[in-house]
Each structure stands twice: as structure tokens, then as C-alpha cells.
């Protein structure tokens, strides 16, 4: 029976993101499934082309609000015990990333939040119709509260 | 922890829904959940308004298509050892109805097929999403290949 060995978790920051964190622990438990995670920045201007689009959370920016979404990031792959070969920051349009990488990475499935919110707020739910238009594999959208 | 207590099965009859019905199977092992599932009749004209828009499986009818819509709909519910109370042969528009039935069997989790063809072929596609942008549970989608 066909099962999920591979969960590529697209998280942002917000508040409501806590109950999708929370979920992809009880999915990686469920299916003693390997876990990846991305974050995409997309709101702030790439501020040195050298660092590529995918963004070692370990080198040294200059940047500090790269930086902050450096610790950020860090602190939720420590969180939740990532190892670094799995850990994608990655700089460019949400969607676009998220698809790349779960093919990079061959994950069987992305886990992505989704908001009913209307107006900026409803960016990441869109995010999450757009990565189930194109991506190849299953994609499980938790709704955020 | 939160996890999934009730599953929400969406399907057609299609010849690659057979990987989603096999994912289900998956899902509730590992949840060790409830599941329910639905069929929505949209390809024929309503027979009878005395059916209601939700169909008794059991209930003898006259119109040759809807007696073999309830025999598919049996036997994939026999397949997946489904209660009678959580089988749901609908008539009427597919997201609408799943979203309903959703809300009224407080499903934690919709899951439901995705195909990422084009044209009519693209319907089921384009039910995940409408489900997605209007139900409150999580939804689950698997690429139909």
C-alpha cells in the first residue's frame, strides 16, 4: 500500500502557522516519514545576488533583516529537528520555490497553510492553489485560524 | 497533539481514483480515524425530486443511470467497510455538496482527487480547489495520474 516517505513543509512566520507545525509533527509520527522544510522570502529585495536563490541559514548577510529570517528559520528547523540538507530558505516567488523544491527533493507530498481571508492576507492560500496547480506530487493544505 | 478523528473521502469513479481510494486506506490506518464518503451525481438529471438530493443506496429506483450509480457507490463502500450512516450519495454540484456534508459530519479532513489535465478532464481539479477556498477542514489532495 502506497504510503508518504517524504513531507516538504512550506511554513511563513504568522501566528496561525503554529497549528500547520503542529500537524506536520503528527504527520512525520504517523508515517515515520522524513521531514523537509521551506520558507520562501519574498518580502524584502534580494540584497546581494552572490547568496544564489537558496540561502545558507549558516553563512554571514549583511543584511539584518536577512539575517532575522536566518534566526527565524534556524529556530524553527531546531525546533523541529531538521537536519540541514533538508532546511530550504530560499529568496524568490513562493509558489515557484515550493514546486522546485519538492521536485529537487522528491517529496511524496507538500504541507501548506491556508487562509479564507480576503485581500493580502489570502496571499498564502493562494500560494497553496497555486503549488496544487502545478506540483507533482499530493498537497495537503491545513486551514489557518 | 491535534490529529485527524474524521476523514472525509471525495470521490468519482474514475479509473485513476483507485490511488486515492488506496490513500485513504492509508490514512485512516495511520489515524486510525473515521472515515465517510461522498460521490456526487452531476452527470445526470435529478430523476425524481421525491429522492431528495441525498440518495438512500438501498431505496429502489427507476432510472436505469441512478441504479448504477448506487450499485458503484455500494460497492466501493463495501470495499472500504463504510457504515451506512457515513455514506453519502449525493445529487447536485460536487464542491457544493462536499463542503456541506463537510460541515454537517464535522470532517476534520476533506480528501479528494486532483488531476492536472485540462478541459473537461480538469473538473475534478477544479473541485479540490473550489472545496479548498470554501470549507473550513484541512483538504487533502491526491494527484490522479
Known amino acids: 500500500m502506497q504510503s508518504y516517505e517524504h513531507i516538504l513543509l512550506a511554513v511563513d512566520y504568522s501566528q496561525e502557522s503554529s ?9 512525520v509520527e504517523r508515517f515515520q516519514a522524513k521531514l523537509s522544510v521551506i520558507h520562501v522570502i519574498d518580502a524584502i529585495p534580494m540584497p546581494d545576488t552572490s547568496y544564489g536563490t537558496v540561502i545558507d541559514v549558516n553563512q554571514e548577510v549583511d543584511d539584518p533583516l536577512l539575517a532575522a529570517e ?37 517529496a511524496d507530498v507538500v504541507l501548506i497553510g491556508y487562509r479564507h481571508h480576503h485581500g493580502l492576507a489570502a496571499l498564502f492560500g493562494n500560494n497553496a ?3 496544487m496547480r502545478h506540483v507533482q506530487c499530493d498537497v495537503w493544505t491545513v486551514t489557518l485560524r
Open 19 to 27: 497549528s500547520l507545525i503542529e500537524k506536520a509533527q503528527v504527520m
Open 70 to 106: 536566518q534566526m527565524k528559520f534556524k529556530e524553527l528547523c531546531q525546533q523541529l529537528q531538521i537536519n540541514p540538507a533538508e532546511q530550504w530558505l530560499v529568496w524568490g516567488i513562493p509558489a515557484t520555490e515550493i514546486i522546485n523544491v519538492a521536485k529537487h527533493v522528491q
Open 129 to 131: 492553489a497555486e503549488v
